[in-house]
């Protein structure tokens, strides 16, 4: 059974930072590519960063790139996401998926950013 685990979300100011981390098991980890996915309050999921298996290469939405940076430790099986220069518009549920319509993710870890 895929069990993906979030962690790490909290209550920032504009412009601080938080380190989401994702525990997967149940499934080969090392042979999937990972997504982030977000839900805002009221909103539909969006997509948010890819990384292929071995973590070469890396994708993100327009919307983070630049201040998000997707990461991952097979050896751990655990994928990562650093926030930086947070925004009030980046409050939402931060998902791990399989895919990028996030219809195989975790149960989420909320990240609220308010001044």
């Known amino acids: 059974e895929v069990q993906l685990v979030e962690s790490g979300g909290g209550l920032v100011q504009p412009g601080g930072s938080l380190t989401l981390s994702c525990a997967a098991s149940g499934f080969n980890f090392s042979r999937n590519t990972m997504n982030w996915v977000r839900q805002a309050p009221g909103k539909g999921l969006e997509w948010v960063s890819e990384?292929?298996?071995?973590?070469?290469?890396?994708f993100y939405a327009d919307s983070v790139k630049g201040r998000f940076a997707v990461s991952r430790d097979n050896a751990k099986n655990t994928l990562y996401l650093q926030l930086n220069s947070l925004k009030i518009d980046d409050t939402a549920m931060y998902y791990c998926?399989?895919?990028?319509?996030?219809?195989?993710r975790g149960q989420g870890t909320q990240v609220t950013v308010s001044s």
């Open positions: 998926s399989l895919d990028r319509l996030g219809g195989r």
């Open positions: 990384i292929t298996t071995g973590g070469t290469y890396k």
